[in-house]
């Protein structure tokens, strides 16, 4: 019986897995992000708009346009420009360190992901 658990909370979860570790036949931790939880500047808690950033960006309006950066951050409540950096200039390292694992290294080689 293998369950999804979240890092920081290891409850079972509905988060799209971003990466996974196996730890036992049992169990699989995922790995949602590596994302900063705070500004580095003024220390305002951004961690929790990311995933929600990235849906936005993502998503295509009615006249067929994507929403830009700055207005989905305008939609978050991103105002100052230090926390409005620290949402464009972060880069999903996940998929990258996914590779030192050496359980993920076998499943990139077989061709699975």
């Known amino acids: 019986n293998k369950t999804d658990y ?13 990466g996974r570790i196996q730890y036992s036949n049992t ?17 305002k808690v951004i961690a929790d708009l990311y995933e929600r950033y990235v849906e936005l960006i993502g998503t295509v309006q009615e006249n067929g346009d994507t929403i830009s950066d700055g207005d989905a951050m305008d939609q978050l409540g991103l105002n100052r420009y230090c926390c409005r950096r620290m949402m464009l200039t972060h880069v ?18 077989s061709g699975q992901r």
Do not use: H, V, W
Not at 95 to 104: D, F, G, V
């Open 92 to 109: 999903d390292l996940i998929e990258k360190l996914l590779r030192y694992n050496p359980a993920e290294r076998d499943i990139i080689k």
């Open 27 to 43: 169990q699989i931790a995922t790995i949602n992000m590596i994302i900063p939880i705070r500004c580095f500047s003024c220390g």
């Open 6 to 18: 979240d890092f920081a909370t290891t409850t079972p979860t509905s988060a799209k897995p971003r």
